[in-house]
């Protein structure tokens, strides 16, 4: 009897352990994208005021190749303000603008409808901000994001990678551009 009273007491705590380690083992296997962040900046040969001029309307997106127009409501009105913007392939991107802060030079957004064929991600959101540097400004270009698809296993161009590679490029792309159109007429 007193072999059986041991053998239970010692194994009821250790299947509570397996059964623990079991859940935790599966808890990481569901466990989803992680939150991607990316933030790039670029020094312009201009005043932080010409800069912020160009970028500082949440309406206008026309310093940025890619873009075909923009369309909005609510001016830079934070929580109020929205746009759509329609690149030159067509596609539409909704944003609100949940940041404005013009002696800042700084403004966020958040992405409320995007195709992840056009950028791998979800839950996109971002801000955009000017500083003075003497007769020079920089500009920084935060993102937040998640991977285009939002479940385990993701197919290699919605994965955390695709995701990073194309905001990363994009941002870029469109801080070099903002310099050249910027420094061209200084």
Do not use: C
Not at 71 to 90: K, Y
């Amino acid at each position: 009897m007193r072999g059986r009273k041991l053998k239970a007491h010692i194994v009821g705590p250790l299947l509570g352990v397996i059964a623990a380690a079991g859940l935790a083992v599966t808890g990481a296997q569901a466990h989803g994208p992680s939150r991607q962040k990316v933030t790039e900046s670029i020094e312009i040969n201009a005043p932080a005021a010409q800069v912020w001029k160009l970028i500082g309307n949440f309406q206008d997106l026309s310093w940025m190749p890619e873009v075909a127009k923009t369309t909005g409501t609510g001016g830079n009105e934070p929580n109020t303000a929205t746009r759509v913007v329609t690149l030159t392939s067509g596609a539409q991107i909704a944003q609100d603008l949940t940041r404005y802060d013009k002696d800042e030079m700084v403004y966020g957004y958040f992405t409320d409808k995007i195709d992840v064929k056009v950028l791998p991600v979800n839950d996109y959101s971002g801000s955009i901000q000017v500083q003075a540097d003497g007769n020079k400004s920089k500009v920084t270009w935060e993102a937040a994001f998640y991977r285009g698809y939002m479940n385990n296993d993701p197919p290699p161009n919605l994965n955390d990678d695709a995701a990073m590679k194309a905001v990363t490029n994009l941002i870029q792309t469109d801080l070099a551009a903002l310099k050249k159109k910027v420094e061209a007429t200084h």
